[in-house]
């Protein structure tokens, strides 16, 4: 079954840590691996994108690692901002238009 | 939100009622989705469309219809609302033409509530 787990449910950070969010997936066919930001009370919008031959993709403060082989992704923030308070989603794509979300990780970020 | 209004934006109805809820793109993508977004799980396609008048089911279809009558508007008709239904839908658009291949643009969401 396709699925994507993503860890931890939830962080909590203070202002200008870092953090890591994890995701592991069990997709078959691989396509890409996007992130997705989810502010309260909006739709997801894409971070980054990631294919089966990119180990690494930066947007900002935002980095996104990906392992082909242990089918295994990150997203790293770094000096975090109370903006980046979100749900962070990790979603797989299989073959065409499928696409197979994670349940998320929501941060918060403290002042 | 990338051209993208749903409506209404929120809504409460009550058990047996129809319930349709719209969506507006002003970006020409083919492919249109509807999901739903619940604690505890990920986003779940209800039904997506890659075509004027194709569409097809997802994974929770149940009690769900859609239409699609032009490229730019995406309905998802409850037939008659159910508690189970209370959730917050939103509406996706994509195209392997619009550059960025198959990135999805979410639109702002709806809040249904069925008491």
């Known amino acids: 079954k396709n699925q994507v787990e993503q860890s931890p449910q939830s962080l909590i950070i203070l202002e200008g840590k870092n953090c890591t969010l994890q995701?592991?997936?069990?997709?078959?066919?691989?396509?890409?691996l996007r992130w997705y930001k989810q502010d309260t009370g909006r739709g997801p919008v894409s971070l980054t994108i990631m294919t089966f031959s990119e180990n690494t993709k930066s947007n900002g403060r935002y980095t996104a690692t990906l392992d082909a082989d242990t089918k295994q992704s990150s997203l790293h923030i770094t000096a975090s901002q109370l903006s980046d308070s979100a749900s962070y989603i990790c979603v797989v794509t299989s073959g065409t238009y499928k696409y197979i979300f994670g349940t998320g990780t929501r941060l918060k970020v403290l002042a | 939100d990338a051209g993208i209004t749903q409506s209404p934006r929120h809504k409460v109805t009550e058990t047996g009622t129809p319930v349709t809820l719209r969506c507006h793109q002003t970006?020409?993508?083919?492919?249109m989705y509807w999901y739903r977004q619940d604690p505890g799980h990920g986003l779940r396609l209800i039904h997506y469309s890659y075509g004027v008048k194709d569409t097809d089911k997802g994974e929770v279809s149940d009690g769900y219809s859609v239409s699609r009558s032009k490229t730019e508007d995406f309905l998802l008709t409850l037939e008659s609302a159910t508690s189970s239904q209370t959730s917050v839908y939103f509406c996706?658009?994509?195209?392997?033409?619009?550059?960025?291949?198959?990135?999805?643009?979410f639109g702002p969401g709806t809040r249904l509530t069925v008491l």
């Open positions: 996706a658009i994509s195209d392997p033409l619009a550059g960025d291949t198959d990135t999805q643009y």
């Open positions: 995701c592991n997936y069990t997709v078959s066919p691989f396509s890409n």
């Open positions: 970006e020409n993508h083919r492919y």
